[in-house]
């Protein structure tokens, strides 16, 4: 595989939630980009609500999932125990 390679490192479920994680990969010091829809612009509404592939370059393919599953597991909120509301 060539090093300037660009794999998909997660697939996001609208184009806001890829949007984020491109930003939130590139924050982090890992280049990204969401890959076009290839839509006609008066599709590009409805392309905003389906599924975007955010890619990032091979060599980095491990560290951006890293990244992205921290944020998976932060995006989770704790369980709550019911001992809590009896204290």
């Known amino acids: 595989m060539a090093d300037n390679e660009w794999v998909a490192a ?3 479920d609208n184009e806001f939630a890829a949007t984020l994680w ?11 980009y969401i890959e076009s829809s290839g839509s006609a612009t ?6 905003a609500l389906m599924p975007r592939r955010v890619m ?13 599953a921290d944020i998976e597991e932060v995006d989770t909120p704790p369980v709550e125990s019911d001992e809590a509301d009896d204290a």
Do not use: N, W, Y
């Open 42 to 47: 008066f599709l590009q509404v409805a392309s």
């Open 56 to 68: 990032v370059p091979q060599e980095k393919l491990e560290e951006a999932r890293a990244v992205l």
């Open 10 to 12: 997660a697939t996001a």
């Open 22 to 32: 491109r930003d939130i990969l590139v924050d982090s010091g890992i280049p990204a």
